[in-house]
């Protein structure tokens, strides 16, 4: 097609177009934003004629001390905009460091997306807007960028879990070249509360961080299988025959339907689907799993209960319970009192993994149950690694925790 | 973990959750938005303090004409919410037909998305919130939603584009039971201007249509292939090295970088990855092409350059050009200049393509080229199925396109 057609035709299409995709073609008031500025600023504009106060919050911003009905907590800061020419509010930040944001507005109070900003990423029951910056490549920012590397394939598939008595989804990561390779090790990567089988693909970039280790030769090639920790859900809010239901922190609760088994005792439905159907090299030292909060409670279980089929272990964050007394007991106690635990951990350190590996942050809320671990393991003479980072219980965190473990498993 | 166990990690993760989610969970302004009501009206619901005027757009209100630069136009209606309690702004509309619906909001004149609804589809620049309204079992509605059947596999691949000198990403169905069946026909399901390798799957309902129909056996289990139509992006925006842009129209223009190839230049490079990477029948009879708009036109431009390859073809509001006077020429004066293409579409009729569809609305702004189309092709004794139907150029008809179609093919 001629240019000249291609003009006319789009022409057409405008016209063909919701009033609302005109107006950011046409409409003086479209604006860009966020700008990443040059010096690595960010500048954030929004239309918003008649409002009298606009705020942006996002974890760009330090975050805040704020009483609450449990207690004095942090919460993501909010700064103002201030209002310019023909009703468009603007602020620019100082300089931020590389990473991925994510932030949303506040015009009189009202919650809301950045019009001008179609990258929008779900956490739980909220909707919010990313940028990335990145200072140089290699950086935290860069590793999450789609760059100009070898890409992985994502998939979401559906599998047979007879233990569950339900088709499940889950994402599937196949790392450059797996079309012409064989025998890829497979990383299990599991999600948090109120996540499902998108979480760590959206929130977490998984896909781009490992291309770009892959790419840069820090990880091995590898399978990436990121299943759904919700036992009562067979997909993720809107991809399953439930319909398009307002996700919650606790799918597993919400739903009234007592779930048939943990995580910990469907997983191999997992693992064997996988090992049908793609082209893995089997065995312990091929197989890792790894989880944030509820999924590195998973990765606990699943790895004790299963002691000799994973050599690399990651918790990120992990929640830890095992006894009746949770909320009573701390977890070393609980610890200290399971003989059933205890000979599930000495079989699993008797298989000698290659890593039981540990990540937190000083100010997360499930510090004190990772303490207790360590304490235990301690006393046990049982090897791992430990990671301590600033910060609580944030995906920002748990992206820094997968691009570590990932460059130090298969090796 | 027990039940207390998990409350307590609840509350705990509802601590390190950013202020908005914790409004979304515990704030009295949280609203549901939207409720579908048991006789399919529909409650639209905003916590909106301070505004004071506050409406709706979206296509599930008649369409009204409004003067624009280039003449009267139909564009989407507006309706105005009424303020209750709280700041709290509601519309209930009349009873809605079976169909999957967009909206978006407008406070005080600033166009934003619904706070309380998750759902989100991008069309180009704009996002939009969606919902789905069914009567019954079967209808169109029912189709677009994910039920309770066997679900295909939705993956998003990279397959080398020599032509195009580049990797390129295209997303792939498989239907349910590809791991252990064979010898699946393709459809190649192309995308118009300003969409990408993701809208046939998000805006077109792609995966649900084909679940559906397969599982009520009115379609044949088949792979469907969905290219990226843009032919200087790698990807869909934000998904290759150029990063979070803004998305428009004219991804092949804006770029100002000149493609080196054509969509139907660089075609056989897809057809040569799927059927080296997947389970594929081949032959011409096992092939199927079709798209809508400028994919429309690639069809066109596809099936006729590769006469004997594919034995269906569809045509959904194709945009239509072959000359070089494009604008000032109708396409069947075009036509009827053109040997060139005239020998071309004497080769693909002679290879007896088992459907040659072309579907438009009244109303669409390419009806004249299609029915320029229509008038060479009976002069020429071609033979065509036609299907025309109310509206204009919008995703409500390419769904229905496609689920016309894809019951017509591999039978």
């Known amino acids: 097609m001629n240019k000249k057609y291609i003009y006319s035709v789009f022409l057409g299409l405008l016209l063909a ?128 960028r789609v760059n100009e590397v070898p890409h992985g394939n994502v998939a979401k598939v559906w599998y047979d879990s007879p233990t569950l008595k339900m088709k499940r989804r889950m994402t599937v990561y196949t790392p450059a070249g797996y079309e012409k390779g064989r ?84 997983f191999p439905d997992i693992i064997k689907y996988i090992e049908s159907n793609y082209k893995v090299a089997k065995g312990q030292m091929n197989r890792a799993v790894c989880g944030l909060s509820m999924g590195g409670g998973h990765t606990f279980a699943i790895s004790k209960r299963y002691p000799k089929e994973f050599g690399y272990i990651g918790l990120f964050s992990a929640g830890l319970s095992i006894g009746r007394n949770a909320v009573k007991e701390s977890f070393y106690d609980q610890l200290k009192k399971d003989k059933k635990v205890q000979g599930q951990l000495a079989s699993l350190f008797a298989a000698h993994p290659k890593l039981y590996w540990i990540g937190i942050g000083k100010t997360d809320f499930l510090y004190q149950q990772n303490a207790d671990l360590r304490k235990f393991l301690d006393e046990k003479g049982y090897k791992y690694t430990y990671m301590e980072t600033e910060g609580g219980h944030i995906w920002r965190n748990w992206r820094v925790y997968l691009t570590t473990f990932a460059q130090k498993i298969f090796k």
Not at 79 to 85: P, T, V
Not at 96 to 122: C, H, Q, T, W
Not at 124 to 129: I, K, L
Not at 246 to 265: G, I, N, R, Y
């Open 17 to 144: 177009t919701p009033l609302k995709a005109q107006q950011a073609l046409f409409n003086s008031n479209q604006v860009s934003s966020p700008v990443i500025n040059d010096d690595n600023t960010v500048t954030f504009n929004i239309y918003a004629p008649k409002a009298s106060k606009v705020e942006v919050t996002g974890d760009f911003l330090a975050s805040q001390k704020v009483q609450t009905p449990f207690g004095l907590q942090d919460v993501p800061g909010v700064a103002e905009l201030k209002e310019g020419k023909g009703g468009i509010w603007s602020l620019t930040t100082g300089k931020l460091g590389p990473e991925l944001y994510s932030y949303s507005f506040k015009v009189n109070d009202m919650p809301m997306l950045d019009p001008a900003n179609v990258y929008i990423n779900r956490d739980v029951a909220s909707t919010m807007n990313i940028f990335i910056v990145s200072e140089r490549k290699g950086d935290q920012g860069d590793l999450y």
């Open 183 to 266: 025998n890829y090790p497979v990383l299990y990567l599991l999600h948090g509360a109120g996540g499902d089988e998108d979480a760590w693909t959206t929130l977490g970039r998984a896909a781009q961080i490992l291309d770009n280790l892959i790419a840069s030769g820090k990880a091995k090639p590898m399978i990436v299988v990121m299943p759904n920790g919700n036992m009562d859900c067979q997909a993720a809010p809107g991809e399953w025959s439930r319909g398009m239901y307002t996700p919650s922190f606790m799918a597993s609760v919400d739903f009234k339907s007592k779930p048939v088994a943990t995580m910990d005792e469907s």
